[in-house]
């Protein structure tokens, strides 16, 4: 029974101590009640200012869509027009597939195998997961799944299939509004895609005038090290999706950053009660400020080494059961050959101490997420602990 938390631990009621190597599933990049975010957050509340706004402009909003301007979109020259769309990742996908269908008059959205967008029907229909599709219990339909990056193992050129089908009038597949894609698939099971190609990628949907939309909600907000998980591709989608560490507080805020030229909403068209949450504006604006340089980004991305030097030598030690290390920054996963003892190995660590989480089509991979502010001495005793709980469930399996 989980009470209080700060930076990378939190605590029971009991007074007990975990690592937390979880994160609130990516939406605490910046830890547990980080100093900075919390004394702006609770200044604004002891003012009495707003909190519940509908649509109507508040200094917060203001406050933050400048900033966001000014620290995250501006240098890295992107043009985008801002829309929440509601509170939640799924939320600023459902926009985002909702709006394509309108700017381009088609149906039909392409996903990837083993992809994850999200619980709602849209997003679901465009999920690969097929526990989780069968949930929605109606037909899911208007999507087309094409082969993940090394999905086939690299046995067929880059986009050979998609390419072909595109180009044969006869293929049965409809001309497609838009693809959606996430640049690592976390809960796919950590599966990175490359800088060629997602490069690729973003020159067929050019070719075949196809909006390309990036699903940023997990590996955003600097989860594999820069801001924007494309940026070392050099792409520049029609569209991102955006939320979970964008409050940098845990509070629910999502965006659906749109191309200037595709914004054909209609006025009231897609609204929500809650498509913006002052107190979310307050700490995400607070959390730009980890932005305004690249240490953050530096240090993700060393960190990052750190454990996947980590998780080669554990896998090293146990090749007998595990196939291998995915992930980027600071999001990696072991793979097991096994699917049940990812979960074994998550369930070992909690005994000790540690929080983690499973992902993969089998819940095969145990899968981490530290916050990207986790010291180097938590970091170390997280992957120790780590250690010491795979090698505690091999001991446990048949020789």
Known sequence: MFRTALGSRVHDENGRSYLDFFAGAGALNYGHNHPQLKSSLLLYLADDNIVHSLDKHTVAKRHFLEKFQEVVLSPRGLDYKIQFPGPTGT?????????????????????????????????????????????????????????????????????????????????????????IVETVQGEGGLNPASAQWLR????????????????????????????????????????????????????????????????????????????????????????????????????????????????NLITAEHSDVITGVRGRGLAWGLVFNRPELAPRVCEAAFERGLLMETSGPEGEVAKLLPPLTTSDEELTEGLELLAESVQAVCEKQPA
């Open 200 to 311: 690729g990628l973003a020159d067929l949907c050019r070719r075949h005038d196809i909006l390309l939309i990036v699903d940023d909600v997990q590996m955003g907000c600097g989860r594999t090290g820069p801001f924007f998980s494309f940026e070392p591709a050099g792409i520049t989608p029609d569209i991102v999706c955006l939320s979970k560490s964008l409050s940098g507080y845990g509070l629910p805020l999502a965006l659906t950053l749109i191309r200037p030229d595709l914004d054909v909403w209609e006025p009231g068209e897609h609204n929500g009660t809650f498509r913006g949450f002052n107190p979310a504006f307050v700490t995400a604006a607070a959390a730009l400020d980890f932005w305004t340089d690249e240490r953050l980004q530096k240090e993700t991305l060393e960190k990052g080494l750190q454990v996947r030097q980590a998780l």
């Open 91 to 179: 939320n600023a996908v459902e926009a985002a597939l909702k709006l394509a269908r309108k700017v381009t008059g088609r149906q039909t959205i392409v996903n990837f195998t083993n992809a994850f967008h999200g619980m709602t029907l849209g997003s679901l229909a465009v999920t690969g997961n097929s526990m989780k599709r069968n949930g929605a219990g109606v037909p899911l339909n208007h999507t087309v799944t094409m082969p993940y990056d090394n999905y086939l193992d690299g046995r067929t050129p880059d986009f050979l299939l998609f390419e072909r089908l595109l180009e044969d009038s006869g293929s049965g597949i409809d001309r497609p509004a838009a693809v």
